[in-house]
């Protein structure tokens, strides 16, 4: 027995040997097809984008460098700062957009497929059969950059005008934290399957979480938004991976994880702009329709400044090959069919286009502190323990190991192995250190706050993986919050989950929680590489 378990352990090694890592190649339209699983209501359509039978071409980085060098950089303006005069240049290009003929690449409805297709398993990878998903990895910042680049391209094409910007949704300055009035009152960038609740002068809620946002006052939300954005782009991804997501490889199964921003405020901001009323809150709420909400593009020019932000806070960045020479095509402003990388996607300027300065007060904020300090002043009484692998009802709590004997230098971090779930339905938790009486309401404005889990519901992942069982990790940035809490000595940390299950939300099991310590890409390199750096312990029950 022992002697086939050892071979069998064997060959499973050999076989992940094997099995070589590679980027994710650009997809060939020819091998489209209509998007795999569809919620059982909705009618089956192709998010396929048209295929005239031509090659992609490579984009030219030097020519499109030489371009931005000489000619006028784009600058993306705030949509609440946007004159009266760029405003109704915006809808006028939108206008134009909706009139192209419907198989014309870069008209609204093939705009809007672009976002079904990359995410409905509509592609495979290129070269293999594997199905493609651009969310849930490593490839989120990049593919959504490209997408905006070329969709602002178009948009300043048809109106001829080389000056003309997408502007930003400033959704994290206070005064920017309503849906931009020109979205709500041009009929060009208008969408009638938007949430009626969300709509102006309702105050954004970037970490949505099914609940009424009238449970907070307006002051309550702005401080939920600024602490979420802090959380999410400043104190939780402290390696690049927590922030971008998981590596995602060629033959890699979809949403190998989600980096800290695609959850809060990316998917949630898309949860609550959908019209709850429809089936799971499109436009926006789903993947396949979201692009059919002109703010969608702006949700995202949004992403992608502060995508910039965070690469100004100088922190180690990705430098796996697989990931800067992943693949993307799209259709450019002359309908030509252009394949891109990740690599050209990271020089703004090169592409042609910058921010205006707006102040990120998220940047340095006060975070308030609930807990009493260390575990000896904490009472445990009448505290549920959490049991792993059962569906989480309740909120409940573990008591994790730091493990610090085995500390390497890297970035302290928090693990959820083995979320288990349905995609057909979103699903959602928040985790908190050292604070076991956290509730659903618990603000996360404090230094307790770890973050939440949130995943879109993915009724297309049911059909490629042939099950709606839902599979996947999480892993949290600890670091601020130990050194907030002045933990740094503790062997222990108290950890507390708090499920959401308000409709229409399921709840997920997990089935073990550990702490383990990451290098950073920089650390790594100076050790030479060495791999299989990461200690970890496993969770005392
Ligand atoms: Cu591709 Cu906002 O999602």
Redesign the pocket.
Known sequence: MAVLATALLLLLFSASLSVSAAPILAPNLTLCHTPLSLPDEEEVFSCCAPDFGQPAVDFNMTEAAMAAATGKIRVRRAAHNMSDADAARLARAYAAMRALPVGDPRSYDQQANI?CA??SACYQMGGISTPLQ??GSWL?FA??RW?IYFHERILAKLIDDDTFYLPFWNYDHPDGMTVPYSYVQSSELRDDNREPACLPPATVFTDFYYYNATLRTEFEQIQANLATIYRQFVAAPDTPYRFYGQPYRAGDGPQPGYGTA?TQP??S??GWTGNQKNLLAKD?GA?YA??RDPI?YI??VN?DRLWEVWRGLGRDDIDDPDYLDSEFVFYDENAQLVKVTVRDSYDTLKLGYAYEWVENQWLDLNLSTLSNGSLANMSMEGVSVCALGEPILETCSLLVSRNLSSANGGQETLVFEGIEGNVTNPSMFSVYMNLPEAHIHTMPDCVEYVGRFSAMAQPVQAEVQGTSAMKTSARFGIGQNIKDLKMEGEEDVVITVVPNMNNPLLPVSISSVWIEYELLPSQLRRNGGASGTSNYVRASR
């Open positions: 976002h990359y995410c651009v969310h989120f593919f959504h997408y695609e990316h998917n901001l898309h926006m993947l979201a692009a969608f949700h995202h992403i």
